[in-house]
């Protein structure tokens, strides 16, 4: 089975603060996702990587950075931490596919700022 | 814009009823359909849809995918209390990288009662 471990649950943080979400998938996928999810927009995507070392944006990029200098780890950085980045952050993997691979998600990070 | 709605919002049934959900889609570069469960947690990998017309079965879930209609409706029979979730429908397209993005709908939130 894939497993996807994001490294809290849980973390409250103050405005202003780096903030280092951290994700490992343990299935040698070489695509991994970082996501939000709010309530009544649904999931979003944040950022993704196909590969070690590289990344693309996706819809919501604004105030985020990433990090993947090893394939089965992919960080989610949040350079100065504010109030409307609380939300539920959520990390998946993927295989790099023909054909299609379905993307396999991790329990998520419920973030405050506060 | 790419978009991906869901209907209804929210349901609420009883145990034994059958249940329909429903996704349509305006998406460019299509690739693939997904549905996925979310209970408290990680959302779980449900079906893969890419072609047309033909039905995804698993125990009491079936889906399928009108791709001239631009919809997917998601089935669950007999429901049983632990089928409470939310149920997540995701368009998959190309990316530039040719990797597969996902976009998701708002969800469906299903309550089953006893």
């Known amino acids: 089975d894939v497993k996807v471990t994001q490294s809290s649950r849980y973390l409250v943080k103050r405005t202003g603060e780096k903030v280092f979400l951290e994700c490992v998938q343990d299935m040698d996928h070489e695509n991994m996702f970082w996501y939000r999810q709010d309530p009544g927009l649904g999931l979003r995507l944040i950022y993704f990587?196909?590969?070690?070392?590289?990344?693309e944006k996706g819809d919501i990029p604004e105030g985020y950075s990433v990090s993947r200098e090893k394939k089965e780890r992919f960080s989610l950085i949040l350079e100065s931490a504010s109030t409307n980045q609380t939300s539920m952050y959520l990390c998946?993997?993927?295989?790099?596919?023909?054909?299609?691979?379905?993307?396999?998600f991790g329990d998520g990070t419920r973030l405050s700022i506060l | 814009e790419d978009k991906v709605v869901q209907s209804p919002l929210s349901l609420v049934v009883h145990e034994g009823d059958t249940v329909t959900l429903n996704c349509s889609y305006e998406v460019t570069n299509f690739r693939s359909l997904l549905w996925y469960k979310q209970e408290k947690k990680a959302p779980t990998f449900l079906f893969m849809l890419t072609s047309s017309g033909i039905e995804k079965k698993s125990g009491r879930l079936s889906s399928i995918l009108d791709k001239k209609e631009l919809f997917s409706i998601l089935n669950i029979t007999a429901t049983q209390t632990g089928d409470s979730a939310v149920y997540l429908c995701?368009?998959?397209?190309?990316?530039?990288?040719?990797?597969?993005?996902?976009?998701f709908g708002q969800g469906t939130t299903l309550q089953v009662k006893p």
């Open positions: 995701a368009v998959e397209k190309w990316g530039s990288s040719n990797t597969g993005k996902l976009i």
């Open positions: 990587s196909y590969d070690v070392k590289m990344k």
């Open positions: 998946a993997s993927s295989l790099a596919d023909t054909p299609s691979s379905p993307q396999h």
